[in-house]
């Protein structure tokens, strides 16, 4: 991965931070957050209804498969098509392409209150990940649309931040309408009705000059900007940068392994130590969220080089990890939760900022798609990782012991490759001619 030379961090005064206010800007990013936790509501809704939906469909071939199937074929769905949807945005443009996905998430995800087939609902369950690909896509677009430097970072930290906060109020949303039924949570779907209008009233349509002519500036004053938009002062076409966003792309997967292990296997390690009482495993998944956000606000204050932290942010997800391994009790246990939390929280606007820092206007519908793919890939597959090296090493806890050692090694394996490129990028001292 390329490590850049970090510029020096930005004043109030530092023409390089385009600071946007104001009513209008708030109301904006606040469309664009509520916009971005709608997936995470189509990851986790439906989770504590599960049983019910299982003894429902119990007389259907096939069920015990299909019904898990259910919650999971979104985000393969939305993995498999988000970089479709980001040729799209690129060509249709950010604003439209949402306000129509977000019309059809409603229409999509409602669709289980009325049918009656278990396959149909697992397909509408697949359209599901087909629109929320190109939510998820455009809203982060737009973020790196309308803001630059420090605030986009806080800004692209803000959707973890909401999403590790929606994601533990949707799972308890998720119970309390399953007291009515298995059919019951798929009404929140339609909030999204709610937001469609207000993002086509309220959100501006991007446009390309305007917005090369502020990053241009942004580039002009801080000419080596980690986390700025790459849009060159200069119109010229450049090729889309494949090559370093092939690597950030694949350090994502890797990357979104590490975040969704506890979140989806929290409740079976603490049951594997005995804790069963659904209250203390409530209690301990929210502590976990808690650290999550703590590390999406610390990344705001590390400043605009994230690949140089990137290292020590994955061995302090190993940390957690080795600590989980080793856990006798529960409190042990969440505190390694809370450890690989934090790194998680850090880790995933690291690097997603990272991401956004290659790609210029013309690209960044497509290459957000490529990155927001290759995460929702690494959350559909860590399950079936999790039970993978489960199986191989005997049980949850040495899973994650061997995920704790692969994550060290990467976390060693960045740290080296970042400092020869930093001794490369060193200038040299000026050799003594003789004489």
């Known amino acids: 991965m390329p490590s850049p030379v970090p510029p020096s961090p930005p004043t109030a005064e530092d023409p390089s931070e385009q600071l946007?206010?104001?009513?209008?800007?708030?109301?904006?990013?606040?469309?664009?957050?509520?916009?971005?936790?709608?997936?995470?509501?189509?990851?986790?809704?439906?989770?504590?209804?599960?049983?019910?939906?299982?003894?429902h469909f119990a007389a259907v071939p096939g069920a015990e498969a299909l019904v898990p199937m259910a919650l999971t074929i979104p985000a393969l769905f939305l993995a498999l098509l988000a970089p479709f949807a980001g040729v799209i945005v690129d060509r249709l443009g950010r604003k439209r392409l949402l306000v129509t996905a977000t019309v059809l998430y409603a229409l999509v995800g409602t669709a289980p209150l009325w049918l009656d087939s278990l396959g149909a609902i697992v397909a509408s369950r697949a359209l599901v990940g087909v629109v929320e690909a190109a939510i998820m896509t455009c809203c982060t677009t737009l973020i790196g649309d309308y803001y630059t430097g420090r605030q986009r970072d806080r800004y692209l930290a803000l959707q973890t931040m909401c999403a590790s906060i929606s994601a533990t109020a949707f799972f308890v949303l998720g119970g309390a309408a399953g007291a009515a039924g298995w059919r019951a949570p798929f009404w929140a779907y339609a909030v999204s009705l709610l937001l469609a209008p207000a993002m086509a009233a309220f959100?501006?349509?991007?446009?390309?000059?305007?917005?090369?002519?502020?990053?241009?500036?942004t580039d002009a004053a801080s000419a080596t900007d980690a986390a700025g938009v790459a849009a060159a002062p200069e119109p010229a076409k450049r090729p889309f940068p494949w090559r370093p966003l092939a690597g950030i792309c694949a350090l994502t997967v890797f990357g979104s392994v590490v975040f969704y292990t506890l979140t989806v296997h929290m409740s079976y390690l603490l049951d594997d130590i005995g804790v069963t009482d659904p209250g203390m495993i409530g209690l301990a998944t929210a502590i976990a969220s808690a650290a999550t956000v703590a590390g999406a606000v610390t990344f705001t204050k590390l400043g605009r080089t994230p690949d140089v932290w990137l290292p020590a942010v994955f061995a302090v997800c190993?940390?957690?990890?080795?600590?989980?391994?080793?856990?006798?009790?529960?409190?042990?246990?969440?505190?390694?939760?809370?450890?690989?939390?934090?790194?998680?929280?850090?880790?995933?606007?690291?690097?997603?900022?990272?991401?956004?820092?290659?790609?210029?206007y013309a690209d960044r519908g497509r290459g957000t798609g490529l990155w927001t793919a290759t995460f929702f890939i690494g959350q559909f597959v860590c399950p079936l990782v999790v039970l993978a090296l489960a199986s191989a090493a005997g049980?949850?806890?040495?899973?994650?012991?061997?995920?704790?050692?692969?994550?060290?090694?990467?976390?060693?394996?960045?740290?080296?490759?970042?400092s020869r490129r930093r001794v490369v990028d060193a200038p040299q001292p000026h050799k003594q001619m003789a004489g």
């Open 395 to 418: 049980s949850r806890a040495d899973a994650v012991g061997l995920l704790a050692l692969a994550t060290s090694v990467l976390a060693a394996g960045l740290g080296l490759f970042g």
């Open 203 to 217: 959100l501006p349509t991007p446009r390309p000059a305007t917005i090369a002519r502020k990053h241009a500036t």
């Open 318 to 360: 190993a940390l957690g990890f080795a600590v989980i391994w080793f856990a006798p009790n529960a409190a042990v246990l969440i505190i390694g939760a809370v450890i690989n939390c934090f790194g998680g929280g850090v880790m995933l606007p690291s690097l997603l900022t990272l991401a956004m820092s290659k790609l210029d």
């Open 20 to 55: 946007v206010s104001g009513p209008g800007h708030r109301l904006r990013i606040t469309l664009l957050m509520a916009g971005s936790c709608l997936p995470i509501l189509g990851a986790v809704l439906i989770a504590p209804v599960l049983p019910q939906m299982q003894d």
